[in-house]
């Protein structure tokens, strides 16, 4: 039972475009929402989360969108740069649970292209 | 900022042998620690999570008799892989949780690289 999902394996994006990554859940109980990038042989590096209180939060060039009532998060990164080519995992978890653990979605290879 | 490492970043085993993984939290201390494999191109799955002081929680499909967590202080986590087989061959990642706010955050480790032969 995959509770986060992400449906996109991969995604190729100009330099200077917009890249936008999604992300669906199912369990209704997650109230916290996290993307983390991730290089190869490393450990992820979180870049932005939401509260379920919230349906946006921006940092940067990067912003995430939460949409619960279709159970979906995307992520914005605008412009997109080399150097975000990364994988991209989202995240979510039961925060009020005081440290609920994480359940990461399947990831999403980012290639920015000069 | 908080700093996670792990020891060693790669090692490399013959069958049947058991490798210790460290998971240390640098500059804060962690009651809760939590550890991951990673297939390649598969996601993160959490595999256990460790508490100072008490006996680690497994998730379901884990066997707790093959890789032992222990969580003997507030800075160290160890995984050992016991009677390693090539399919234990994975990317193991450690988080550590800190208090951040009202809540708490979890900072990941480098990762290590199992590769049992």
């Known amino acids: 039972d995959q509770q986060v999902k992400q449906n996109s394996p991969s995604l190729s994006v100009q330099e200077g475009r917009i890249s936008i990554l999604n992300c669906d859940y199912t369990?209704?109980?997650?109230?916290?929402f996290l993307w983390y990038k991730k290089y190869p042989a490393e450990g992820p590096t979180f870049l932005i989360s939401i509260s379920s209180i919230k349906d946006k939060n921006e940092d940067g060039r990067f912003t995430v969108f939460l949409n619960k009532s279709a159970k979906h998060l995307s992520l914005h990164i605008v412009p997109s740069q080399p150097g975000d080519s990364a994988v991209y995992f989202c995240a979510a978890s039961v925060r009020r649970n005081q440290g609920g653990k994480l359940i990461f979605g399947q990831g999403t290879e980012l290639s920015v292209k000069p | 900022g908080a700093v996670v490492s792990q020891h060693p970043s790669w090692v490399i085993c013959k069958s049947g042998t058991s490798v210790k993984i460290e998971c240390r939290s640098l500059?804060?201390?962690?009651?809760?620690m939590f550890w991951y494999r990673q297939f390649p191109k598969q996601s993160l799955m959490l595999m256990a999570t460790?508490?100072?002081?008490?006996?680690?929680?497994?998730e379901q499909g884990v066997e707790k008799d093959k890789f032992l967590i222990n969580h003997a202080s507030l800075t160290l986590s160890t995984l050992t892989v016991t009677s390693a087989h090539p399919e234990d061959s994975s990317f193991y990642i450690c988080?550590?949780?800190?208090?951040?706010?009202?809540?708490?955050?979890?900072?990941f480790g480098p990762g290590t690289r199992l590769t049992v032969l």
């Open positions: 988080s550590a949780d800190r208090r951040i706010g009202s809540y708490n955050e979890q900072f």
């Open positions: 369990n209704s109980m997650f109230d916290y």
């Open positions: 460790s508490n100072e002081g008490s006996k680690a929680t497994y």
């Open positions: 500059d804060f201390q962690a009651t809760t």
